[in-house]
């Protein structure tokens, strides 16, 4: 659906002069206007109003023709939406109550404002919510109590998401689990070979020895019950044994055995998977938290900064969270660069935005509950316990072992190869292969989570100390943040300045009646 960038006049109200809407400025110093919050995307709009009922007549024309738009011969619009951002936009529905702005959305989810816009839109038309207008232009989305219900009765993909996730957690298992089997079963193939090798080459002196009535014993028994090559599929085995040994541990999360095998040689993935998403929360929050004012130094804690030099005369590094909120720049009569993004200024939820806040150590006690600074995970070699990797390495150690010694008899070997012993031979360069790398991906790993896990470490310092200077902060910087805490606005929207909405007949929300009582009430608040 095209996006149609608008402006109108509201209606002239008495001893009030006349509002118009503009974009988005970069200019330092912008007119005292409104903008229509969020950016429509409703076409018709591109005329003045002069009349209260001309403005509400084309305002319906435009909703009813966006409406009929998003349901396309009744596709299930979410289905286009990509599976975390609907999920994460319906997360701030639900936080917020069923009632939102875009702004809203973005900031609690941290969604690119047109993103946020796409996602609303979406659900709205398939889970029957609705749009309202209020007084200044803001359009609020709506949604019922049971719009999950209603949209998972019609989206089979939301069917069949689960579906596939487990699916996929399988696949996962299986794949840990039969590299670790791999390792067992070289070890079985490698040293029955080996006894097997062995075993052929003294066949013929054992003949002579007992055609002389003599026997040969070689020493080595070698027996295996066969259910004791399933006793590792057991994700119970370890607990069982700990009940054995008297050593109680508690953790129920703790991987069994042949899970260890693949931790050892691969890991157990990215810690900080999806933690880009939690970044832009805690950014957007923040933003929202502070009436959408901020300074520079206020979002340098949440982003990459090496250190805080880069900071003293660049501000550069505020750009993408310019463009994902549509921010802008402002200048304070001070002569301050803040930042302003109106779009998180206006909302339908009703929580307080602290708007008068100390700034110094009581920084602290107003973020919001969104934590002071974003922090990386640092890269762990293995989550097993040490006794898991020693054991893990010494069952690898005896395959690379074992490995060495069929290489050797098998390159001794005269005569030509039969039997499991041709299966063996054949196999022999996947066991060589599958022993050596068992120890150098491990030790490639190692030595690069050392570099990556400094860099992180440094990262965290530096916004760390980002942090802890605004909660010490010096003179222009305190007047800096004050400032930005002056320039802050929160406009709550309520039942109340509500003019327009989708769920209604135009003519029961008789809207010239409410209009003129409230100029009414302001007419006598003024004298």
Not at 152 to 165: A, D, Q, T, W
Not at 190 to 197: E, G, Q
Not at 387 to 414: P, Q, W
Request: net charge positive.
């Amino acid at each position: 659906m095209a996006s149609i960038a608008t402006c109108f006049t509201l209606p002239q109200k008495p001893h009030c002069p006349r509002r118009r809407i503009f974009k988005s400025s970069l200019l330092p110093n912008p007119p005292r206007t409104f903008r229509l919050h969020p950016t429509p995307v409703f076409p018709g709009f591109g005329a003045k109003f002069r009349e209260s009922r001309g403005l509400v007549s084309a305002v319906k024309s435009s909703l009813d023709a966006a409406s009929a738009a998003i349901r396309p011969g009744g596709a299930v619009e979410s289905d286009k939406l990509p599976s975390d951002v609907r999920k994460r936009a319906m997360e701030a529905v639900d936080a917020c109550g069923g009632r939102v702005t875009i702004g809203d959305v973005a900031g609690r989810a941290g969604l690119k404002l047109n993103e946020a816009q796409n996602a609303l839109q979406a659900l709205a038309a398939d889970t029957e919510g609705f749009l309202e207008v209020s007084d200044e232009g803001d359009v609020l989305y709506v949604f019922p109590k049971d719009y999950r219900a209603k949209l998972l009765g019609k989206s089979l993909r939301m069917r069949v998401e689960p579906v596939l996730e487990k699916a996929k957690a399988g696949v996962e298992y299986v794949a840990r689990v039969s590299f670790g089997t791999a390792l067992i079963a070289s070890i079985v193939l490698v040293y029955t070979a080996i006894v097997v090798a062995l075993s052929s080459g003294r066949s013929e002196e054992d003949n002579r020895g007992r055609r002389g009535g003599r026997s040969y014993d070689s020493g080595f028994t070698f027996y295996m019950n066969p259910g004791d090559l399933f006793w590792y599929w057991d994700p119970y085995y370890y607990r069982r044994r700990r009940v054995q040994t008297e050593r109680v541990q508690t953790d129920d999360n703790k991987m069994n055995f042949v899970e260890s095998i693949f931790s050892f040689v691969f890991g157990d993935g990215d810690p900080n998977q999806g933690i880009e998403e939690e970044r832009w929360k805690l950014i957007g929050q923040y933003i929202s938290s502070k009436g959408g004012v901020v300074a520079a130094e206020e979002l340098a804690p949440y982003l990459d900064i090496e250190s805080s030099g880069d900071t003293l005369n660049d501000e550069t590094y505020i750009l993408p969270v310019l463009l994902r909120y549509e921010g802008q720049p402002i200048i304070d009569e001070e002569g301050n660069i803040l930042y302003k993004f109106p779009s998180l200024q206006r909302t339908a939820s009703s929580q307080r935005s602290g708007r008068k806040e100390y700034v110094g150590r009581r920084w602290a006690d107003f973020v919001g509950g969104v934590d002071k600074f974003f922090q990386e995970k640092k890269w762990q070699f293995s989550n097993t316990s040490i006794s898991e990797r020693a054991m893990v390495a010494g069952l690898g150690g005896l395959n690379l072992f074992g490995v060495i010694i069929l290489g050797t008899i098998l390159k001794d070997t005269t005569t030509a190869p039969a039997g499991f012993i041709e299966f063996i031979n054949s196999i022999f360069p996947l066991l060589q292969i599958y022993a050596g790398s068992f120890f150098a991906i491990p030790l490639f790993r190692w030595f690069l989570l050392l570099k990556t896990n400094a860099n992180i470490e440094k990262r965290n310092k530096a916004r760390q100390q980002f942090a802890r200077s605004l909660e010490l902060p010096d003179i222009s910087l305190r007047r800096k943040l004050l400032s930005a805490r002056e320039m802050a606005q929160k406009t709550f929207i309520g039942q109340d300045r509500i003019v327009y909405s989708t769920d209604k007949d135009l003519v029961e929300q008789d809207y010239e009646a409410q209009e003129w009582d409230k100029r009414f009430r302001e007419i006598e608040k003024s004298d």
